[in-house]
């Protein structure tokens, strides 16, 4: 089945930018979505099909899609950024939605 | 609004039934899904089903023991899930997906339901 690799973890100081990868076979070919999950809270999709922002989603959530890696870059990082990021895509081949394995962000 | 409810603890080999009931949207316009997380852990796909109810999909590990259906009269969805075994305990959430199954971010998600298995 598909695998999506993510770092455990990422910390970064607050006013910096955070970086997440999600690496997979030729993921480039496949739509990522990501989500943030706050302690205690249900998910939020804050990208969808590799770069688009839902509506109320901050500028400073971005994220692109090549290769072997998407990666969800979180600028201006604020304390409220602190959460688990998963990335996600649909494999054809198993008909599966499939998650990454999830980064912890850790505002400093 | 997504409102779960049906969660429990429940045996080893037994069975629950989760409810997820809708608001807000046109609920036969999305399909929609189940996604669980142990505690401690990451999320895992559970199963979807289309806008029509007329397709559906399932991870794996529930495979031949859960069913997912829907109902447009009540504006809900179900997840049947038998054989239960202590790797399912984790936190079920309910979530809307795009018009078109599994090709659009899960945009709207519930609070989730908690599903103890144990003895």
């Known amino acids: 089945s598909y695998v999506l690799t993510q770092p455990p973890s990422v910390s970064v100081a607050p006013g910096k930018t955070a970086i997440i990868s999600c690496g997979g076979d030729?993921?480039?070919?496949?739509?990522v979505h990501w989500y943030q999950q706050r302690p205690g809270q249900a998910p939020v999709l804050v990208i969808f099909?590799?770069?688009d922002r839902p509506s109320g989603i901050p500028g400073r959530f971005s994220g692109s899609n090549s290769g072997n890696t998407a990666t969800l870059t979180i600028s201006r990082v604020e304390a409220g950024d602190e959460a688990d990021y998963y990335c996600?895509?649909?494999?054809?081949?198993?008909?599966?939605?499939?998650f990454g394995t999830g980064t912890k962000v850790t505002v400093l | 609004q997504l409102v779960e409810s049906g969660g429990g603890l429940v045996q080893p080999g037994g069975s629950l039934r989760l409810s997820c009931a809708a608001s807000?949207?046109?609920?036969?316009?999305?399909?929609m899904t189940w996604v669980r997380q142990a505690p401690g852990r990451g999320l895992e796909w559970v199963s979807a089903?289309?806008?029509?109810?007329?397709?559906?999909y399932y991870a794996d590990s529930v495979k031949g023991r859960f069913t997912i259906s829907r109902d447009s009269s009540r504006n809900t969805v179900y997840l049947q899930m038998n054989s239960l075994r202590a790797e399912d305990t984790a936190i079920y959430y309910c979530a809307k997906e795009g018009e078109i199954i599994a090709m659009a971010g899960i945009d709207f998600w519930g609070q989730g339901t908690l599903v103890t298995v144990s003895s």
């Open positions: 030729n993921i480039g070919i496949k739509t």
């Open positions: 089903v289309s806008s029509s109810g007329g397709t559906r």
């Open positions: 099909d590799d770069s």
């Open positions: 807000g949207f046109t609920f036969n316009t999305y399909a």
């Open positions: 996600q895509v649909w494999d054809r081949n198993s008909a599966h939605r499939v």
